[in-house]
């Protein structure tokens, strides 16, 4: 939920704001090569039939979608990982290990040989000078699935430039980080529904659907996060790294919505957006407040002392939100569109442990 102010009859609705870049794949602009070129992964991991989300409409053609950086800052992202954390499932190998008892070419660590053990990985120099049984243990090569989840709700169309603007170069560039990695990335965007999800993929084919996918977003309904997020652990029901960027304009539904998550195992990084315009009203005296999603209007006084007492208020809901991730051990970032996009994600991102 976000709103407009309206005072004396005038109306103050904020610029939507788009920014068209170069093409990655016009002359010069090239997407760099990755390491290996992935296939898509045919399935999602899993489906429920039940999974309520509009469904998606079909694929362009375009072999030269919308992207949303140039070639250099490209580069710049490729010094960025995603980090997994409290992750279990087993998968291709990817960049990034987490430490489980697997065998792979990166040794860990020793322990005592125990009845049972396979005998290939006893070392056996040890035991020649120690005459001790150990076993190598090693660190998994394990590949991550990235899910982004991105606020469409109208509130995110609100702004200069608009949230959702933003919200898309966010997404596009953790997309990109974790592609270079070797990961798999799949997603959707929501607000009264899940809609039109971006299936798991990767590689460089896998960079150009996300753009597709990033390109055609757009402001409709209203947020209900604790809905969209139920149909969303349907849909994607193997846990992974979910990002999910939005305003959090949904008093009723976030705590749910995030809890559900964590509950069922999916690290999370939640990317809280806000316009500064928002969050710092006017004492405009006489004013007709208007819900920009629900459409519901409130005409009052709108003092100083009215004012604090907002201010006082979002406070304390940005602190409620911030203890929730805290106790959850989820990673929040909450930032402005007035912070600079570059300087966001190559140097605030970094603050949370599940970017490094």
């Known amino acids: 939920m976000s709103f407009e102010f309206r005072v004396s009859n005038f109306e103050f609705r904020r610029a939507w704001f788009a920014e068209v870049v170069g093409r990655l794949r016009a002359a010069g602009r090239k997407i760099p090569?990755?390491?290996?070129?992935?296939?898509?992964?045919?399935?999602?991991?899993?489906?429920?039939s039940s999974a309520s989300f509009v469904g998606p409409k079909p694929e362009s053609r375009d072999p030269q979608p919308e992207t949303f950086f140039d070639t250099e800052f490209l580069r710049k992202l490729e010094r960025l990982h995603l980090v997994a954390k409290r992750l279990s499932w087993a998968g291709?190998?990817?960049?990034?290990?987490?430490?489980?008892?697997?065998?792979?070419?990166e040794f860990s660590d020793y322990r005592r040989y125990q009845h049972g053990d396979d005998l290939r990985y006893v070392d056996w120099n040890i035991y020649r000078r120690l005459?001790?049984?150990?076993?190598?243990?090693?660190?998994a090569e394990e590949e991550m699935n990235i899910y982004l989840l991105i606020d469409t709700s109208r509130s995110m169309a609100e702004g200069a430039p608009a949230k959702l603007d933003y919200a898309k170069k966010v997404a596009a560039a953790l997309g990109y980080i974790g592609l270079k990695n070797l990961d798999r990335l799949g997603g959707a965007s929501f607000s009264t529904h899940l809609q039109a999800p971006l299936t798991l993929g990767r590689g460089r084919k896998q960079v150009l659907s996300l753009f597709r996918f990033l390109g055609k977003l757009s402001c409709a309904g209203e947020t209900n996060l604790r809905a969209a997020?139920?149909?969303?652990?349907?849909?994607?029901?193997?846990?992974?790294?979910?990002?999910?960027?939005?305003?959090?304009?949904?008093?009723?539904?976030?705590?749910?919505a995030l809890e559900e998550l964590t509950a069922k195992r999916y690290q999370l990084?939640?990317?809280?957006?806000?316009?500064?315009q928002e969050t710092r009203p006017k004492p405009w005296g006489d004013i007709a407040l208007v819900d920009v999603e629900g459409g519901r209007e409130r005409k009052f006084f709108l003092d100083v002392d009215l004012v604090h007492r907002f201010q006082a208020e979002l406070d304390r809901y940005f602190k409620e939100i911030e203890a929730v991730c805290a106790s959850r051990r989820i990673d929040y970032l909450r930032t402005t569109t007035q912070v600079p996009f570059d300087e966001f994600v190559l140097q605030t991102l970094r603050r949370v442990s599940s970017v490094a």
């Open 33 to 48: 090569r990755f390491a290996r070129d992935g296939r898509s992964s045919g399935r999602h991991g899993g489906s429920d």
């Open 92 to 105: 291709a190998k990817g960049e990034h290990a987490a430490s489980r008892k697997g065998f792979s070419l």
């Open 131 to 139: 005459e001790r049984l150990l076993l190598k243990v090693f660190t």
């Open 229 to 256: 997020i139920h149909s969303f652990t349907n849909l994607f029901p193997h846990p992974g790294f979910v990002v999910v960027i939005s305003d959090l304009f949904d008093p009723a539904g976030w705590r749910a």
């Open 269 to 276: 990084l939640v990317i809280h957006i806000v316009d500064e």
